[in-house]
Structure formats: structure tokens, C-alpha cells
């Protein structure tokens, strides 16, 4: 199967510090890397979406400023929270579709998530 | 506007009977669907997909799709308190997945 893997699992920083996540696919080329968060008790929320070389697409009301997305290769994003606060704290959940022309085209394929707690 | 509607729940089954969830869907034109289970503090994972009108089995699990009627559904017979979950479906819209908010289902031994 794929797999998708996450780094750092869990986080705790001081307000307006800046936090790196990093999201990569660990055995398949994604041409998409999707970027989610999720507070307790709701729903999956999409924040944005990248593609490999060209920049992410965010969706409306998340702030490119803060919440900023590298996709460097096919095989890397990264989500970085700047100046975070403790309203940004939240589960950070990335996602993988592979290179079409590979097996399961469409199919999201989830990293394990980041614990994010702002103090 | 494309969307997947899905009763929240939470789902009560006892342990071994069928849990049976439901997704419909505004997209008349889509042709592939997802179930994903969360656990609890943890990310979706993948457990089914269909392409094809009528069911697929696997395992326990049976995807039923219903193009005419835009609905999709997702049966977990003898069921098992390890099955309580958060059940999402999904469709492929134009360059991401469309999600339905999800069904918490309980399983209670």
C-alpha cells in the first residue's frame, strides 16, 4: 500500500514561535499533497492543497501568509505555522495522491497527523 | 456546488448485528468512491473504494453503489467493538476529494 508519513507526530511551542511540519510519501511519487486540519469533535477541513514546483492553492479564509506550503519534490511538502497562537492548535493532517499513471489514482492517502499545541 | 451529505450520527449497533452508513452525493457525473474510517485522534485510513454500480465485498465490509439514486453506502457485518469509528465518504471533485462530515458509529458489546 501507500504510505505517507508525518514529522513531528506532536508539538508544543510558545506563541509566535514557527513550526514546521513535514509531510512525505514514503513509496509512490504524489503529484498532490493536500494539507487538513482538524479540531476535536469536527470534521476534516482542507486548508490548502500543493503541487510539486508550483504554489499551494489555499482554500477560502486560511491565511497563505501563516500557514506556509512548500512542495520542494514528489515526494516532500511541508506546512509551515508562522508566528502560531494558541487558536492554531489543532491536529495537522496531510495527505498524498499519487502521479497519475500509477495504481489508486485518485485516492488520498493520509499521513498519521501532527498534534500542534500553542502555549 | 459539489457535496456528500452523511448523518452525523452517532450510529448505535450491537456487537455482531450489521452496521450499515450511508453517503449521498450531488454529483451526478462522478464515478468513484471512498470510505475512509478516523479513529479517535487519529488520521482517515482508506478501506474501500467502488467504481462500479451494485456491491464489493471485502472482508467484512461491502460497498453498495447506487448511481441512479447518487447514494453509496457502506455495510460492516458481525460487527465488532473495534469498528467504532468515524466513517467518512468521499468523492473525486475537480482536484481534490469532496467529504461527507462523517458518521460516528459505536459498536456496544
Known amino acids: 500500500g501507500a504510505v505517507v508519513s508525518q514529522h513531528p507526530s506532536r508539538v508544543i511551542c510558545k506563541s509566535g514561535t514557527s513550526v514546521k511540519i513535514e509531510c512525505r510519501s514514503l513509496?509512490?511519487?504524489?503529484?498532490?499533497m493536500f494539507w487538513y486540519r482538524q479540531f476535536p469533535k469536527q470534521s476534516l477541513m482542507l486548508m490548502a492543497t500543493?503541487?510539486?514546483?508550483?504554489?499551494?492553492?489555499?482554500e477560502q479564509g486560511v491565511e497563505k501568509d501563516k500557514f506556509l506550503i512548500n512542495h520542494a519534490s514528489l515526494t516532500l511538502s511541508t506546512l509551515t505555522v508562522t508566528s502560531a497562537h494558541p487558536e492554531d492548535s489543532s491536529f495537522y493532517i496531510c495527505?498524498?495522491?499519487?502521479?497519475?499513471?500509477?495504481?489508486?489514482?485518485?485516492?488520498?492517502?493520509f499521513g498519521p497527523g501532527t498534534r500542534l499545541l500553542v502555549l | 456546488q459539489k457535496e456528500v451529505e452523511q448523518n452525523s450520527g452517532p450510529l448505535s449497533v450491537p456487537e455482531g448485528a450489521i452496521a450499515s452508513l450511508n453517503c449521498t452525493y450531488s454529483?451526478?457525473?462522478?464515478?468513484?468512491f471512498f470510505w475512509y474510517r478516523q479513529y479517535s485522534g487519529k488520521s482517515p485510513e482508506l478501506i474501500m473504494f467502488?467504481?462500479s454500480n451494485g456491491d464489493k465485498e471485502d472482508g467484512r465490509f461491502t460497498a453498495q453503489l447506487n448511481k441512479a439514486s447518487q447514494y453509496v453506502s457502506l455495510l460492516i457485518r458481525d460487527s465488532q467493538p473495534s469498528d467504532s469509528a468515524t466513517y467518512l465518504c468521499?468523492?473525486?471533485?475537480?482536484?481534490?476529494?469532496?467529504w461527507g462530515a462523517g458518521t460516528k458509529l459505536i459498536i456496544k458489546p
Open positions: 495527505s498524498a495522491t499519487p502521479r497519475r499513471g500509477q495504481s489508486f489514482q485518485e485516492t488520498q492517502y
Open positions: 513509496d509512490f511519487q504524489a503529484t498532490t
Open positions: 500543493s503541487n510539486e514546483g508550483s504554489k499551494a492553492t489555499y
Open positions: 454529483d451526478r457525473g462522478s464515478q468513484s
Open positions: 467502488i467504481y
Open positions: 468521499a468523492f473525486p471533485g475537480d482536484y481534490q476529494l469532496i
